[in-house]
Protein backbone atom coordinates (compact mmCIF):
# COMPACT_ATOMS: atom_id res chain seq x y z
CA UNK A 1 0.00 0.00 0.00
CA UNK A 2 1.37 3.51 -0.64
CA UNK A 3 1.81 5.94 2.40
CA UNK A 4 3.46 9.06 3.31
CA UNK A 5 4.55 10.23 5.70
CA UNK A 6 5.25 14.55 6.84
CA UNK A 7 7.55 14.20 10.17
CA UNK A 8 6.69 17.30 11.71
CA UNK A 9 3.35 18.74 12.76
CA UNK A 10 4.40 22.17 12.39
CA UNK A 11 7.37 24.29 11.01
CA UNK A 12 8.38 27.72 12.35
CA UNK A 13 10.06 30.08 10.29
CA UNK A 14 11.46 33.93 10.29
CA UNK A 15 10.13 35.71 7.33
CA UNK A 16 13.34 36.12 4.91
CA UNK A 17 14.91 32.69 5.67
CA UNK A 18 14.73 29.54 3.47
CA UNK A 19 12.34 27.07 4.68
CA UNK A 20 11.93 23.23 3.86
CA UNK A 21 9.06 21.06 4.43
CA UNK A 22 9.59 17.48 4.68
CA UNK A 23 7.94 14.25 3.07
CA UNK A 24 8.89 11.19 2.71
CA UNK A 25 6.51 8.20 0.53
CA UNK A 26 6.20 4.76 -0.07
CA UNK A 27 5.30 3.09 -2.90
CA UNK A 28 5.32 -0.64 -4.84
CA UNK A 29 5.84 0.62 -7.71
CA UNK A 30 7.04 4.82 -9.44
CA UNK A 31 5.61 7.64 -8.00
CA UNK A 32 3.85 10.75 -8.79
CA UNK A 33 4.47 13.07 -6.29
CA UNK A 34 2.53 16.50 -5.37
CA UNK A 35 2.48 19.47 -3.08
CA UNK A 36 -0.71 20.83 -1.83
CA UNK A 37 -1.45 24.54 0.42
CA UNK A 38 -4.80 24.75 2.51
CA UNK A 39 -5.74 28.33 3.68
CA UNK A 40 -7.99 28.65 6.30
CA UNK A 41 -11.56 27.82 4.99
CA UNK A 42 -10.30 27.20 1.25
CA UNK A 43 -10.09 23.94 -0.47
CA UNK A 44 -6.30 22.47 -1.24
CA UNK A 45 -4.41 24.45 -3.72
CA UNK A 46 -2.07 22.67 -5.94
CA UNK A 47 1.31 23.86 -5.81
CA UNK A 48 3.92 21.25 -7.94
CA UNK A 49 4.13 17.90 -9.11
CA UNK A 50 6.63 15.65 -9.68
CA UNK A 51 5.92 13.23 -12.72
CA UNK A 52 9.38 12.33 -14.20
CA UNK A 53 12.78 14.40 -15.37
CA UNK A 54 14.47 17.14 -13.40
CA UNK A 55 14.35 16.08 -10.36
CA UNK A 56 13.95 19.70 -9.08
CA UNK A 57 10.56 20.50 -9.67
CA UNK A 58 9.21 24.30 -9.82
CA UNK A 59 5.48 25.11 -8.77
CA UNK A 60 3.64 28.36 -7.72
CA UNK A 61 4.74 31.16 -5.61
CA UNK A 62 8.57 30.60 -5.76
CA UNK A 63 7.84 26.87 -4.20
CA UNK A 64 10.04 24.27 -5.24
CA UNK A 65 10.77 20.62 -4.19
CA UNK A 66 13.45 18.37 -4.97
CA UNK A 67 12.43 14.11 -5.64
CA UNK A 68 15.16 11.91 -4.02
CA UNK A 69 14.44 8.38 -5.04
CA UNK A 70 17.08 6.73 -3.28
CA UNK A 71 16.02 8.72 0.03
CA UNK A 72 12.16 8.49 -1.28
CA UNK A 73 12.07 11.70 -0.38
CA UNK A 74 10.20 15.08 -1.67
CA UNK A 75 11.13 18.13 0.29
CA UNK A 76 9.13 21.14 -0.26
CA UNK A 77 11.48 24.53 -0.13
CA UNK A 78 11.34 28.25 -0.66
CA UNK A 79 14.60 29.98 -0.56
CA UNK A 80 12.83 33.34 1.32
CA UNK A 81 9.56 32.44 3.45
CA UNK A 82 7.26 35.33 3.06
CA UNK A 83 4.75 35.53 5.84
CA UNK A 84 2.26 34.91 3.45
CA UNK A 85 3.50 31.27 3.56
CA UNK A 86 1.82 30.70 6.91
CA UNK A 87 -0.95 27.86 5.93
CA UNK A 88 -0.68 23.86 6.32
CA UNK A 89 0.78 21.98 3.33
CA UNK A 90 -0.08 18.53 2.40
CA UNK A 91 2.41 16.29 0.27
CA UNK A 92 0.86 13.11 -1.69
CA UNK A 93 1.79 10.39 -3.66
CA UNK A 94 0.35 8.55 -6.46
CA UNK A 95 1.15 5.03 -7.03
CA UNK A 96 1.92 5.02 -11.34
CA UNK A 97 2.75 1.26 -11.69
CA UNK A 98 2.72 -0.56 -8.50
CA UNK A 99 -0.36 -3.12 -7.04
CA UNK A 100 -2.26 0.35 -6.18
CA UNK A 101 -1.63 1.90 -9.76
CA UNK A 102 -4.50 4.32 -10.41
CA UNK A 103 -5.53 8.02 -10.02
CA UNK A 104 -5.95 7.59 -6.07
CA UNK A 105 -3.97 10.17 -4.03
CA UNK A 106 -2.49 9.02 -0.81
CA UNK A 107 -1.96 12.46 1.38
CA UNK A 108 0.21 13.14 4.33
CA UNK A 109 -1.03 14.45 7.33
CA UNK A 110 0.12 17.62 6.81
CA UNK A 111 2.52 20.56 7.96
CA UNK A 112 1.21 23.74 9.17
CA UNK A 113 3.67 26.40 8.15
CA UNK A 114 4.49 29.18 10.41
CA UNK A 115 6.46 32.20 8.84
CA UNK A 116 6.76 35.15 11.51
CA UNK A 117 8.09 38.72 10.84
CA UNK B 1 -12.26 28.90 -15.88
CA UNK B 2 -14.90 28.20 -13.11
CA UNK B 3 -13.76 25.89 -10.71
CA UNK B 4 -15.15 23.07 -8.42
CA UNK B 5 -17.95 24.26 -6.97
CA UNK B 6 -19.49 22.82 -3.34
CA UNK B 7 -22.55 23.41 -1.61
CA UNK B 8 -23.74 23.68 1.48
CA UNK B 9 -20.28 25.57 2.94
CA UNK B 10 -21.33 24.12 6.57
CA UNK B 11 -24.04 22.01 7.79
CA UNK B 12 -24.46 21.50 11.43
CA UNK B 13 -26.61 18.15 12.40
CA UNK B 14 -27.62 15.73 15.09
CA UNK B 15 -26.32 12.21 15.14
CA UNK B 16 -29.11 9.77 13.42
CA UNK B 17 -29.96 12.78 10.98
CA UNK B 18 -29.40 12.40 7.29
CA UNK B 19 -27.43 15.25 5.46
CA UNK B 20 -26.08 15.49 1.52
CA UNK B 21 -23.54 17.60 0.00
CA UNK B 22 -23.31 18.52 -3.62
CA UNK B 23 -20.45 19.14 -5.75
CA UNK B 24 -20.22 20.53 -9.75
CA UNK B 25 -17.24 19.48 -10.82
CA UNK B 26 -15.02 21.80 -13.88
CA UNK B 27 -16.46 21.32 -17.33
CA UNK B 28 -15.00 18.44 -19.20
CA UNK B 29 -13.25 16.44 -15.66
CA UNK B 30 -14.33 12.88 -16.34
CA UNK B 31 -12.97 12.10 -13.09
CA UNK B 32 -14.57 13.33 -9.67
CA UNK B 33 -12.99 12.00 -6.42
CA UNK B 34 -14.82 12.35 -3.33
CA UNK B 35 -12.40 13.09 -0.05
CA UNK B 36 -13.10 12.86 4.00
CA UNK B 37 -10.77 15.23 6.19
CA UNK B 38 -11.10 15.07 9.67
CA UNK B 39 -9.38 18.48 11.77
CA UNK B 40 -5.82 17.60 12.12
CA UNK B 41 -5.86 14.90 9.30
CA UNK B 42 -4.60 14.91 5.55
CA UNK B 43 -7.58 13.98 2.98
CA UNK B 44 -8.83 10.29 3.15
CA UNK B 45 -10.43 9.52 -0.36
CA UNK B 46 -13.81 7.80 -0.23
CA UNK B 47 -14.88 7.82 -3.88
CA UNK B 48 -13.79 7.96 -7.36
CA UNK B 49 -16.12 8.27 -10.11
CA UNK B 50 -15.19 7.77 -13.97
CA UNK B 51 -17.72 10.06 -16.21
CA UNK B 52 -20.71 8.55 -13.78
CA UNK B 53 -18.80 4.81 -13.02
CA UNK B 54 -17.80 3.96 -9.71
CA UNK B 55 -12.98 3.79 -9.88
CA UNK B 56 -13.07 2.86 -6.45
CA UNK B 57 -14.78 2.85 -3.36
CA UNK B 58 -13.16 0.65 -1.11
CA UNK B 59 -13.35 3.30 1.60
CA UNK B 60 -16.14 4.13 1.40
CA UNK B 61 -18.68 3.17 4.71
CA UNK B 62 -21.56 1.71 2.77
CA UNK B 63 -23.82 1.42 5.70
CA UNK B 64 -24.20 4.77 6.13
CA UNK B 65 -22.39 6.50 3.10
CA UNK B 66 -23.66 6.95 -0.78
CA UNK B 67 -22.67 8.52 -3.66
CA UNK B 68 -23.83 9.27 -6.80
CA UNK B 69 -22.81 10.85 -10.22
CA UNK B 70 -25.91 11.08 -12.79
CA UNK B 71 -25.04 11.72 -15.94
CA UNK B 72 -21.88 11.96 -15.13
CA UNK B 73 -21.42 15.54 -14.27
CA UNK B 74 -22.90 16.56 -10.28
CA UNK B 75 -22.61 14.27 -7.68
CA UNK B 76 -24.02 14.05 -3.96
CA UNK B 77 -22.72 12.25 -1.07
CA UNK B 78 -24.78 11.13 1.64
CA UNK B 79 -24.39 10.10 5.40
CA UNK B 80 -27.62 8.61 6.70
CA UNK B 81 -27.80 8.37 9.50
CA UNK B 82 -24.81 10.29 10.53
CA UNK B 83 -22.53 9.46 13.57
CA UNK B 84 -20.36 11.97 15.57
CA UNK B 85 -17.08 10.63 14.26
CA UNK B 86 -18.68 11.60 10.92
CA UNK B 87 -18.04 15.50 11.98
CA UNK B 88 -15.58 16.48 8.76
CA UNK B 89 -14.41 18.50 5.76
CA UNK B 90 -15.70 17.11 2.32
CA UNK B 91 -13.76 18.06 -0.24
CA UNK B 92 -14.78 17.33 -3.94
CA UNK B 93 -11.82 17.51 -6.67
CA UNK B 94 -11.63 16.80 -10.34
CA UNK B 95 -8.91 15.67 -12.24
CA UNK B 96 -7.13 16.06 -15.63
CA UNK B 97 -3.78 15.47 -16.65
CA UNK B 98 -2.01 14.37 -13.06
CA UNK B 99 -3.69 17.25 -11.34
CA UNK B 100 -6.34 17.21 -9.01
CA UNK B 101 -8.68 20.30 -8.37
CA UNK B 102 -10.18 20.71 -5.33
CA UNK B 103 -13.45 22.44 -4.29
CA UNK B 104 -13.71 24.42 -1.27
CA UNK B 105 -15.53 22.03 0.84
CA UNK B 106 -18.20 21.34 3.16
CA UNK B 107 -17.68 21.37 7.12
CA UNK B 108 -20.11 19.03 8.76
CA UNK B 109 -20.23 18.96 12.48
CA UNK B 110 -22.12 16.40 14.17
CA UNK B 111 -23.76 17.07 17.33
Known amino acids: AQSVAQPEDQVNVAEGNPLTVKCTYS??????LFWYVQYPNRGLQFLLKYITGDNLVKGSYGFEAEFNKSQTSFHLKKPSALVSDSALYFC???????????????FGGGTRLMVKP | EAGVAQSPRYKIIEKRQSVAFWCNPI?????LYWYQQILGQGPKLLIQFQNNGVVDDSQLPKDRFSAERLKGVDSTLKIQPAKLEDSAVYLC?????????FGPGTRLTVL
Open chain 1, 27 to 32: VSGNPY
Open chain 2, 93 to 101: ATNLYNEQF
Open chain 1, 92 to 106: AVRDVEGDNAGNMLT
Open chain 2, 27 to 31: SGHAT
